[in-house]
């Protein structure tokens, strides 16, 4: 089958989790595509409904940023830079295979990566002198993207109140790009630090003040009692 068939929520999460973070990501370095279950179309005679795929999830950099129904690679003058598919019991045959070969012998997609979000399974190729190469599992436990600079690592947590192993992007040193909701949490959390040292500092004033005013206390019923404090 051509197009990808995302068959559980999970794998729509996975998507989102993949794509969110990416597309933010980039908004700040450089123009670029992300998307993920539209048609790559690639036909030698520019025919768009022969030769096409539907990867689960794909990045096309250098390209105007602009919203897409499908990824026409002789229009678009390029295909594919990244691309990840999602396995599943249905397609991991395929995955593994007739799609791996396309990207691979066809497309010339230069990173691909497969991921199965309920074993956790992974693996990335790299393709080199036309042939796909595994990129090895680094010594963090990363699989590098050269291409986007990142790294894809496999993160245990929470997603959309799901708890599970996803497939997550990282900047090298190993700092997940966040999604949508943990830059708005950590907004909050911000926020919170923000007021919550704004009150100790009037409190701390306060108090400041208070001494103060004990303190004048104190002055004017010793100067009522003995005159004027000595210099």
């Known amino acids: 089958m051509a197009i990808g068939c995302l068959e559980t929520h999970h794998h729509v999460l996975q998507m989102q989790l993949l794509m969110d973070p990416l597309r933010a990501y980039l908004a700040g370095h450089r123009e670029a595509f992300v998307g ?3 048609l790559v179309c690639f036909s ?3 025919v768009r409904n022969q030769d096409f795929r539907g990867p689960d999830f794909f990045v096309a950099l250098d390209v105007p940023k602009r919203d897409r129904k499908s990824w026409v690679v002789w229009q678009e003058g390029k295909g594919p830079d990244v691309v990840i598919e999602l396995l599943s019991d249905s397609t991991a045959a395929q995955d593994k295979g007739e799609k791996k070969d396309v990207y691979q012998n066809c ?4 990173e691909y990566f497969w991921f199965d979000p309920y074993t956790a399974e992974w693996a990335g190729f790299s393709l080199r002198d036309g042939q796909y190469e595994p990129i090895e599992v680094d010594a963090q436990g ?3 993207s ?3 600079g990142l790294a894809l690592v496999r993160w245990e947590g929470t997603y959309q109140e799901e708890s599970a192993r996803w497939l997550r992007w990282a900047r090298l040193d190993g700092t ?3 999604t949508p909701q943990e830059v708005a949490e950590a907004a ?3 926020a919170e630090e923000v007021e919550r040292r704004a009150a100790e500092a009037q409190q701390q004033a306060a108090e400041a003040q208070q001494r103060a005013r004990e303190l004048e206390a104190l002055l004017t019923r010793y100067r009522e009692r003995f005159g004027d404090v000595p210099e």
């Open 36 to 38: 993920g279950n539209i």
């Open 44 to 46: 030698l005679e520019q």
């Open 107 to 110: 497309l010339r997609v230069p």
């Open 142 to 144: 990363q699989i590098r």
């Open 146 to 148: 050269q291409h986007l």
């Open 176 to 178: 997940l790009l966040p």
């Open 188 to 190: 909050q959390r911000h």
